[in-house]
């Protein structure tokens, strides 16, 4: 999707959640979370992904509740979208976390029968394994010394006849 079509299916979530919990009295819409929600190009047609806690017929019962309060959904989040034309809404069971649950069971399942998964050696990255303490002619920030009060740094003209070494004699003269 594009940054449009996820900024507007963003807000069409947000917006409906708090429909859902704010302004709609159905029963059957108690345990709904509204997980995600996808738009269409040109943002004629949204499609709004529900979870329930509860069993698949709870899902069911809500995923009907909110199809056949599509047009008052529509029309109280429409106006706050700020859009053209509003989407027509289409709402979709989400059973994903059903789905996790029973995946995660049956992964338990199996390290009770045949105990845990043994885990990859992790694999080193030979970058890591080099030594930085024999480096000393790397200078790092916190080496160097700031007695300025100022964030800016101070840049200095070398050739400036001002800035010239005074009482200071070369060596080599």
Same mark, same amino acid.
């Given at each position: 999707?594009?940054?449009?079509? @996820?900024?507007?299916?963003?807000?069409?979530?947000?917006? !409906? #959640?708090?429909?859902?919990?704010?302004?709609?009295?159905?029963?059957?819409? %108690?345990?709904?979370?509204?997980?995600?929600?996808?738009?269409?190009?040109?943002?004629?047609?949204?499609?709004?992904? !529900?979870? !329930?806690?509860?069993?698949?017929?709870? =899902? @069911?019962?809500?995923?009907? %509740?909110?199809?056949? %309060?599509?047009?008052?959904?529509?029309?109280?989040?429409? +106006?706050?979208?700020?859009?053209?034309? !509003?989407?027509?809404?289409?709402?979709?069971?989400?059973?994903? #976390?059903?789905? %996790?649950?029973? /995946?995660?069971?049956?992964?338990?399942?199996?390290?009770?029968?045949?105990? +845990?998964? +043994?885990?990859?050696?992790? /694999?080193?990255?030979?970058?890591?394994?080099?030594?930085? $303490?024999?480096?000393?002619?790397?200078?790092?920030?916190?080496?160097?010394?700031?007695?300025?009060?100022? @964030? $800016?740094?101070?840049?200095?003209?070398?050739?400036? +006849?001002? =800035? #010239?070494? *005074?009482?200071?004699?070369?060596?080599? *003269?």
């Amino acid at each position: 999707m594009s940054g449009r079509q @996820d900024r507007v299916a963003v807000a069409i979530r947000k917006e !409906v #959640a708090s429909l859902i919990l704010l302004g709609m009295r159905d029963p059957r819409l %108690a345990k709904v979370t509204i997980t995600n929600a996808t738009v269409s190009r040109d943002l004629t047609q949204a499609r709004v992904y !529900v979870s !329930v806690l509860g069993d698949k017929a709870a =899902l @069911d019962a809500a995923v009907e %509740a909110l199809t056949s %309060a599509a047009g008052f959904v529509r029309s109280k989040v429409g +106006p706050k979208l700020g859009l053209r034309a !509003v989407p027509e809404f289409m709402f979709v069971g989400d059973d994903s #976390a059903a789905k %996790a649950q029973r /995946l995660d069971k049956i992964f338990k399942e199996h390290e009770a029968e045949f105990g +845990p998964v +043994p885990v990859a050696p992790k /694999l080193v990255d030979v970058d890591d394994l080099e030594d930085d $303490e024999d480096d000393e002619d790397e200078v790092e920030d916190d080496d160097v010394l700031d007695y300025g009060d100022d @964030d $800016e740094e101070d840049e200095f003209d070398l050739n400036d +006849p001002d =800035l #010239a070494d *005074e009482g200071f004699e070369d060596e080599d *003269e």
